[in-house]
C-alpha cells in the first residue's frame, strides 16, 4: 500500500466515523508528515508499520469519544465530535447512520452538475482561459526581463573594450535585471509549483475516495 | 521486554522528550523507539490528547518547502510531567522494594 492509498482509506474511515473534518485534517496531515520523514522509498514499509488505515482510524475515532461498532469500546471520555452509534457488530466495520446521506449528497450534487452543465461550462471555460493569460502574460514578462539582462550582460563586455564606461553601465543594469529575475522566480519556484502539486495531488485523493466510497455502498 | 506501556507512562515520556527541545513526530517516535516498540499510529492518539488537555502546543516550521509540525510543551505540560516524575519515582521504588528486593527489611518478609 502506498502513501496515497493509506491517507485515502484513512480519511474515508474517518469521515464514516463522523470525525469533525478538523480532527480529520489534523489526523492526515500528521500522517502525511510521518511518510514525508520516513523517506520516498519506503511507504510500503511506513504503511506496513502503522497497520491497516481501518485500525488506525478506530483509534483516532475511540480517543475522541466516538463509538465504533466491533470491537469492545470503553465508555467515551472526554468531548468529541458527534458521537455515531455502534451497530451492525457483525461486520467488525462501523457504519455510522448519518454519514450514509453523503453520499447520495454527492450523487445528487454530480446529477446536478450534469443538468446545469450548459450555464457552468462557458462559465469555467472563461476563468480557466483568463488564468492561462494571466500566467503565461507574467511567464513572458520574467522571460523578457531575462533576455534583456542577457543581452546587457553580452552587450557590456563587448562594449567594455572600446567604451569602458558604457560596457560597465551595460553590466551594471544586466546584472540588477538578472538579479530581479532572480527574486522573481525564487519564490514562484519554491512556494507556486508544490502548492499546485499538492493541490492535483489532494484532488486526485479526493476522486479515488468517491469511488471507493459508492463502490463499497453498492456492494 | 514484555512489559506493557500504559498511557500514563506513554504521554509522560512524550512530554519529557519536548521538553528537552521542541521536536516533530517521527522524531519522536524514532526516540520512543529506543525504550519500547511503539509504531507513528500509537503516537498520534497520545499527541492529540496532550493538545487538547494542552499540555503540548504546535507550530510550523518550514522543512524543505513543506511544513513540519513541531511541538512544544506548555507550563501545564511542565507542571504535569513534574507530577509523572515524582510518581514514577515512588512507583519504582515499591516495584524495585518486591521485585530486585531492595530495601527487603520493609517488607517483612522472613
Redesign the interface.
Known sequence: MNKLEFLTRLRNNLERGGLPSDDINDALSYYEEVFLDAGFGKEEETAAAMGSPEDVAVNILRESGIHVGGAPVMPPQRMGGPQGQAQGPAMGGYVPPKKKASGGSIALGIVLGILTFPIWLPIVCVVVSLLFALIVVLISLVIAFFAAAIGLLIGGIVALTEFPAVGIMFLGAGLILTGLVILICKPAFSAVIPAIGRGIKRFCGWVVGLFKKGGKENA | MGFSINAGLLDAMVLSIVQNNDT????I?QYLRKAVDI????L??V???LQ?GEMLETYDKEFM??N??YYRITPKGNDSLEEYREEWRSHKKKIDSILLNEGAEYNEQT
Open positions: 516533530y513526530g517521527y522524531e517516535t509504531s507513528e499510529s500509537t498520534y492518539p499527541l492529540r490528547r487538547k518547502g513543506r513540519r509540525r
